[in-house]
């Protein structure tokens, strides 16, 4: 019905994607790290860690 089928979708919602579940996923496993008493859950953590998924989500898609 008119859509491309090898159309990559809209890169913003991408990325919102790719921000809300990497952050949600980088929680989860420092969660589970400070759990253990391996890391401590901070948001610099969270975040850096969110980072580094982020960009190599953005790696292994290009």
């Given at each position: 019905?008119?859509t491309?089928?090898?159309s990559?979708?809209?890169?913003?919602?991408?990325?919102?994607?790719?921000?809300?579940?990497?952050?949600?996923?980088?929680?989860?496993v420092?969660?589970?790290?400070?759990?253990?008493?391996?890391?401590?859950l901070?948001f610099?953590?969270?975040a850096?860690?969110?980072?580094v998924?982020?960009?190599?989500?953005?790696?292994?898609?290009?």
């Amino acid at each position: 019905m008119g859509t491309n089928p090898t159309s990559s979708g809209d890169p913003r919602v991408l990325f919102a994607m790719n921000l809300v579940l990497s952050s949600v996923f980088a929680a989860v496993v420092v969660w589970g790290l400070d759990f253990i008493g391996m890391l401590e859950l901070t948001f610099v953590n969270v975040a850096s860690l969110a980072l580094v998924l982020m960009a190599v989500t953005y790696l292994v898609t290009r």
